[in-house]
């Protein structure tokens, strides 16, 4: 009683070693004369879990292409993170819109201490102790947006001094 196999074969999970995000899908509708047009929109944070990151919005008509949209967008927005060990060098505060997500560094064995969409990048960057704090707003898009400008922003006392011309030992005091 076998059946013929119709179906289009599976695409090959393409095995990267990237950690992929799924942060949101929101079901979009436009309304025109002949009713409801339904869409999907997808945000995805891929990283490597070594310090790059990037994040994007896919939109399709079906959930598993706007993840796939999403998920090849988000690769080629993706940016390297300033780490020292496995947390941050420096307090930062990342803002976009209303939101705004404070990163603090943490001691090792604290842990991921974050809401769920930025808790999402830190896991896909690699970061494992870190304390977070959102505001403003609870829209994981902001949410994220704000973390990633946070994250862009970091830098660590060699990149400051190979800015300014001047030795670790002159930054640090």
């Not at 059946?3 to 899908?25: H, M, Q, S, T, Y």
């Not at 020292?84 to 991921?112: N, Q, R």
């Amino acid at each position: 009683m076998a059946r013929d196999n119709n179906r289009a074969p599976r695409k090959a999970e393409e095995n990267d070693g990237l950690v992929k995000k799924l942060i949101c899908v929101n079901r979009v509708t436009k309304t025109v004369k002949g009713g409801r047009n339904m869409r999907f929109a997808a945000l995805v944070v891929v990283g490597d879990g070594a310090g790059k990151v990037g994040c994007a919005m896919g939109k399709a008509k079906e959930v598993p292409e706007a993840i796939d949209k999403a998920t090849l967008r988000a690769k080629k927005n993706m940016f390297p993170v300033s780490l020292l060990g496995t947390s941050i060098p420096h307090e930062v505060l990342g803002k976009f819109g209303s939101g705004s997500v404070l990163m603090m560094p943490a001691a090792e064995g604290t842990g991921v201490i974050a809401g769920g969409p930025v808790r999402a990048v830190m896991e896909a960057v690699g970061i494992t102790n870190i304390r977070t704090k959102s505001h403003g707003t609870n829209n994981p898009i902001n949410c994220v947006k704000a973390a990633l400008a946070g994250l862009k922003e970091l830098r660590t006392a060699e990149q400051i001094a190979a800015i300014r011309g001047k030795s670790v030992e002159e930054i640090n005091g």
